[in-house]
């Protein structure tokens, strides 16, 4: 049976919508080239090193990859949909330990992506699991992802070490279509360390 990525209909829970009728389809909103531009300076300045192996895991149409390779990373490219970028027909929430290919596992030191809001914790939990015991978990989210008390376990596991947020509004491309910046949802990267122990830092990209 295909995956649903809508999650729940009922609760307007999606990163992105602003009405039902308005829902991407599997809830796919790609990222601004802008955004991963920003966020790269950002690493730049903090001298945050990324891993060299990436596993982008929602990749969409490669929106966030193809930034990542043309700064000279690796980037493993996976999705439950296939959308002509990387593999399709990949479930990353039905991952484990036990059925990873040989051939994914370099790329367990980083997990980045913009997941289906509605599966945004699934899709942290899952990283940290599947991910080293140093390996780090970048999300693009928006800013209210740090409410809701159904979520936070997420951050009193003490694990989620930096939240960068946006100084400017992000544009999201519905069904990887037209970007539109300046909209009402703010947005912010989360960062998570396994190896981390401690509250996060907040910083600002600008």
Known sequence: MAKDWTGNTAIYACNHRAKEEDVAENDFYATHPESIQLFLKKCKERNFELPKKIWECAVGQGHIAKELVAEGYDILGTDLVDRGYGEGNIDFLQLNKENLRDEWKPYLKCVFTNPPYALSKPFVEKSLELLDSDGICIMFLKTTFLETKGRLDLFKNRKLKYVWQYVNRQGCGKNGGTF?????????????????NGLPEIDWID
């Open 180 to 196: 539109k910046n300046g909209g009402a949802a703010a947005y912010a990267m989360f960062i998570w360390d396994n190896s981390y």
